[in-house]
């Protein structure tokens, strides 16, 4: 008897393809924006944003990649396309033989400024502004709560 699966009710179900359809949908709006207007992926952007939010403008490539949830291969690729355009670089730790820092330029300090304007309007427009101020509470919430549980 312990072995039945759990399915999910309607009402769950209703959950939890509404939250696939919307990330999806919204996600690619924001890649499609980005990619338009700046000429960056939406990982690129984010990694822009979590540079220029650090002390410095530089972390380590593993807390980037714990940061944004992806992969080490995934960030070196990343990386490596934002380098080419000039907007990042990498360091050697000068106490770590080990680390790398992932450092933003002052190009990607202008290019994340240019881009950033766009990018908070498509966040309003896809999400933010369709959403009563209740709902973003329990959105917040809810989405915060699975975050930390999976990152247990």
């Given amino acids: 008897m312990g072995d039945e699966p759990r399915w999910l009710s309607e ?52 807390e980037l990649a714990e940061a944004l949830l992806n992969s080490k291969s995934g960030l070196t690729y990343q990386m490596t396309q934002l380098e080419k355009a000039g907007l990042t670089e990498r360091r050697s730790c000068p106490t770590d033989v080990r680390g790398v820092f992932a450092v933003l330029t002052e190009a990607g300090r202008r290019k994340l400024e240019q881009a950033a304007p766009g990018h908070v309007a498509v966040v309003r427009e896809a999400l933010i502004d369709v959403l009563t101020p209740e709902q973003l509470t329990v959105l917040a919430d809810g989405l915060g709560e699975v975050s930390r549980r999976l990152r247990e």
């Fill in 11 to 62: 009402q769950e179900m209703k959950a939890w393809t509404g939250f696939l359809a919307a990330t999806a949908l919204v996600e690619r709006r924001v890649d499609h924006q980005l990619r338009e207007d700046a000429g960056l992926s939406h990982t690129q952007y984010e990694i822009l944003v979590r540079l220029s939010a650090s002390p410095e403008g530089s972390l380590r490539m593993t």
